[in-house]
C-alpha cells in the first residue's frame, strides 16, 4: 500500500531533551516536506526537500534540522526542543515539486 | 506576499443540505490549487485539485470547486452532505517557480441530524 509513515505518533518530552520525528515514504517521491498544525493557524511548512541531499527551509524552520540522505526517509531532528514547539506535524511527499501532497498520519508532539 | 483565506472557521450545515467553503488567494503567478479534508485525528485527504483547464473541477466523495480567476477564488460545494463530511477542510494554492504549498486556515464542518 503506498502511504507516508511516521513515527512516532505521540510523544511527550521535556524542553532540552534532543528527539527525532521519522518519515518514510514507499512512493518513490523525489519530494518530501514537514509542516506543523496548530489552531487557527493552518499548516506551516518548516522544511521541504527536492531530492536526496537537498533540502530548503520553509516559512517556520526556527529550532527543526531535516536531512535527506535517503529518498524514502526524510527525518525531522528538533535538537533542543522547547513548549512553543508543541504541535501536531505532518510529513508530506509528492512525486516532484507542485504535484498533489500525498501526508501522514501525523505525529502529536508535546514539549513541557 | 503570498497569502491562501478561509474566511469561515465554522460552518454548520445540516445534513441533506447543500455545503459551500470559501477561498480566496493572493498570488502573483498562476496557482495550483487543492482542497484537503481532514477528519478528527486523522492525516489530509486530497478532495481534488486544479492546475489547468476547466475551471469546475470534479472530486471525491461528491465534493466539486470551482476556480475564478477574476475573483481569486476556489470555493468547494457539495450538493448535499452526510454526516461523514463533519470534519475541517484546508485550501491550499501553490504556484511557480517553487511550488511551495501554502494553506488557509481552515474551516471546520459541523453536520447536525
Known amino acids: 500500500e503506498a502511504q507516508v509513515t511516521q513515527n512516532p505518533r505521540y510523544l511527550i518530552t521535556v524542553t532540552g531533551k534532543k528527539l527525532t520525528v521519522t518519515c518514510s515514504q514507499n512512493?518513490?517521491?523525489?519530494?518530501m516536506s514537514w509542516y506543523r498544525q496548530d489552531p487557527g493557524l493552518g499548516l506551516r511548512q518548516i522544511y521541504y526537500?527536492?531530492?536526496?541531499?537537498?533540502?530548503d527551509k520553509g516559512d517556520v524552520p526556527e529550532g527543526y534540522k531535516v536531512s535527506r540522505k535517503e529518498k524514502r526517509n526524510f527525518p525531522l531532528i528538533l535538537e533542543s526542543p522547547s513548549p512553543n514547539q508543541t504541535s501536531l506535524y505532518f510529513c508530506?511527499?509528492?512525486?516532484?515539486?507542485?504535484?498533489?501532497?500525498?501526508f501522514g498520519p501525523g505525529t502529536r508532539l508535546t514539549v513541557l | 506576499a503570498q497569502s491562501v483565506t478561509q474566511p469561515d472557521i465554522h460552518i454548520t450545515v445540516s445534513e441533506g443540505a447543500s455545503l459551500e467553503l470559501r477561498c480566496n488567494y493572493s498570488?502573483?503567478?498562476?496557482?495550483?490549487l487543492f482542497w484537503y479534508v481532514q477528519s478528527p485525528g486523522q492525516g489530509l485527504q486530497l478532495l481534488l485539485k486544479y492546475f489547468s483547464g476547466d475551471t469546475l473541477v470534479q472530486g471525491i466523495k461528491g465534493f466539486e470547486a470551482e476556480f475564478k480567476r477574476s475573483q481569486s477564488s476556489f470555493n468547494l460545494r457539495k450538493p448535499s452532505v452526510h454526516w461523514s463530511d463533519a470534519a475541517e477542510y484546508f485550501c491550499?494554492?501553490?504556484?511557480?517557480?517553487?511550488?511551495?504549498?501554502?494553506f488557509g486556515a481552515g474551516t471546520t464542518v459541523t453536520v447536525r441530524a
Open positions: 508530506a511527499s509528492s512525486l516532484r515539486t507542485g504535484n498533489e501532497q500525498f
Open positions: 526537500s527536492m531530492n536526496v541531499e537537498v533540502t
Open positions: 498570488y502573483g503567478a498562476t496557482p495550483y
Open positions: 491550499a494554492v501553490g504556484a511557480q517557480p517553487d511550488y511551495k504549498l501554502s
Open positions: 512512493m518513490n517521491h523525489e519530494y
